[in-house]
């Protein structure tokens, strides 16, 4: 069964703190991708990488970097969280030109 | 630029009462089109996709789209609600400049009454 997991279902931060986001998927998928979930405004893609060690900014990268040094495994790090960085982080992951993305269960992160 | 639109936020049936969503979106050639699911809490789950072929698509739990190019729209539906279908939808196409990448609708979120 494809599985795609991420390290914490809720974090608490306060400003100024890096934050590490992990996701892992074992499914050997090629594109992997990093959404934050707003009210109101839907799924906002960050980054995704295509490949190890490959990345390419989405629509809202500002205050977001990545990190994928193992195919499984994808990295979204905030270097210095704000309190608008306040969100629910969604992890997923495609095979090369399947298109169906796999979600996991989402990280809620709320930064004091 | 790429767009999907979902112009109900928010959505209120009777349980047994059929249901339609609706989604319309901006794109040159045939698109890759889905419909996610997701429940309180949780992340999205696959209902169901278009790529070609037939223009009628089914899914999981009974769901089904209709692609109609002509008013590029992508609208889900279901004959019979059930309580346990409660939850937010959200339609997605692939993007122009590259597939792999999803553009996801604001969702729409479904509230069922007994």
């Known amino acids: 069964d494809v599985k795609v997991t991420q390290s914490s279902r809720y974090l608490v931060k306060r400003t100024g703190e890096k934050v590490f986001l992990e996701c892992v998927q074992d499914m050997d998928h090629e594109n992997m991708f990093w959404y934050r979930q707003d009210p109101g405004l839907g799924l906002r893609l960050i980054y995704f990488?295509?490949?190890?060690?490959?990345?390419e900014k989405g629509d809202i990268p500002e205050g977001y970097s990545v990190s994928r040094e193992k195919k499984e495994r994808f990295s979204l790090i905030l270097e210095s969280a704000s309190t608008n960085q306040t969100s629910m982080y969604l992890c997923a992951s495609s095979s090369l030109a399947n298109h169906e993305q796999f979600f996991g269960p989402g990280t809620r992160l709320t930064v004091l | 630029a790429q767009s999907v639109t979902q112009p109900d936020i928010h959505i209120t049936v009777s349980e047994g009462a059929s249901l339609e969503l609706r989604c319309n979106y901006s794109y040159g050639a045939t698109p890759y089109l889905f419909w996610y699911v997701q429940s309180p809490g949780q992340g999205l789950q696959l209902l169901l996709k278009?790529?070609?072929?037939?223009?009628l698509v089914q899914g999981i739990k009974g769901f089904e789209a209709e692609f109609k190019r002509s008013q590029s729209s992508f609208n889900l539906r279901k004959p019979s609600v059930h309580w346990s279908d409660a939850a937010e939808y959200f339609c997605a196409v692939g993007a122009e400049e590259n597939t792999d990448k999803l553009i996801f609708g604001t969702g729409t979120r479904l509230q069922v009454f007994p």
């Open positions: 990488s295509y490949d190890v060690k490959m990345k």
């Open positions: 278009y790529f070609s072929g037939d223009t």
